[in-house]
């Protein structure tokens, strides 16, 4: 598998969580999310894209943006289960 795969995988959670707020969208902080995905940055944005959430000056948003990840969600569980996809990728 490769780069592409392993993007479309972790944009494959957010947008489940996206889905979760039910019409409200989303906003997700790119420093959290560059944090989780080992620091980086190049492909948190690249996820974030594919995922279809748009940039603002401090986070990323999908829909109106209504809604924090930790409104509906665990972003601790969500961490865990990105970072399980970038060791899943993880050269050997």
């Known amino acids: 598998m490769d ?3 392993m993007i479309d995988d972790l944009a494959d959670l957010l947008r489940n969580e ?3 707020s039910r019409g409200r969208g989303l906003r997700i902080s790119l420093p959290w999310l560059v944090n989780v995905l080992d620091g980086d940055g190049k492909l948190a944005r690249h996820v974030l894209r594919r995922a279809g959430f748009s940039p603002d000056p401090a986070t990323w948003s ?4 209504a809604a924090e990840l930790g409104d509906f969600s665990y972003p ?3 961490a865990n289960n990105l970072t ?4 899943d990728f993880a050269p050997v």
Request: proline share 6%; no cysteine.
């Open 76 to 78: 601790p569980v969500l």
């Open 18 to 20: 996206a889905n979760k």
């Open 62 to 65: 999908t829909g109106r943006g």
């Open 3 to 5: 780069e592409t795969d």
């Open 84 to 87: 399980d996809v970038l060791d």
